[in-house]
C-alpha cells in the first residue's frame, strides 16, 4: 500500500529554520514525482516545490530560501526552510504521482494532479 507520512513540523521564530521530511512506502521514488504543497487557514493549496529523478522546481515565493532534495536509500524527501517568514505558515503537504513520460518533460505543479497524499505537518513560524 502506498504511504506518504510527513514530519518535522513545528513551531519557529521568524529568521528560522525547519527540515520536512516525506517518508514513502510501497512505492520507490524513482517513479515518481513528490510534490510539496501548503494550506493555510481560509487560503488555497499551493505548491511549493517539486522533485522528479531529473527536475527540481520552486514556486517564486520559496526560491532561494527552500531546498527540496531527495534520499533515495532512505526512500524519503526534505524540504530544508530557511529564512522563514510568518506568510509561509500553514499545512505543509507532501503528495506523490506516477512519474509519466510527459512529466518527465515538464513537473506537475497543480495539485489536482497528485494521486497520493500524507497527512500533513503544521508549521507554524511566529515570535
Known amino acids: 500500500q502506498l504511504q506518504l507520512v510527513e514530519s518535522g513540523g513545528g513551531l519557529v521564530q521568524p529568521g528560522g529554520s525547519l527540515r520536512l521530511s516525506c517518508a514513502a512506502s510501497?512505492?520507490?521514488?524513482?517513479?515518481?514525482?513528490i510534490g510539496w504543497f501548503r494550506q493555510a487557514p481560509g487560503k488555497e493549496r499551493e505548491g511549493v516545490s517539486w522533485?522528479?529523478?531529473?527536475?527540481?522546481n520552486y514556486a517564486d515565493s520559496v526560491k532561494g530560501r527552500f531546498t527540496i532534495s531527495r534520499d533515495n536509500a532512505k526512500n524519503t524527501v526534505y524540504l530544508q526552510m530557511n529564512s522563514l517568514k510568518p506568510e509561509d505558515t500553514a499545512v505543509y503537504y507532501c503528495?506523490?504521482?506516477?512519474?509519466?513520460?510527459?512529466?518527465?518533460?515538464?513537473?506537475?505543479?497543480?495539485?489536482?494532479?497528485?494521486?497520493?497524499w500524507g497527512q500533513g505537518t503544521q508549521v507554524t513560524v511566529s515570535s
Open positions: 510501497g512505492f520507490s521514488l524513482d517513479y515518481y514525482v
Open positions: 503528495a506523490a504521482v506516477r512519474l509519466t513520460r510527459l512529466f518527465r518533460l515538464r513537473i506537475p505543479e497543480d495539485w489536482h494532479q497528485y494521486e497520493y
Open positions: 522533485i522528479s529523478s531529473s527536475n527540481t
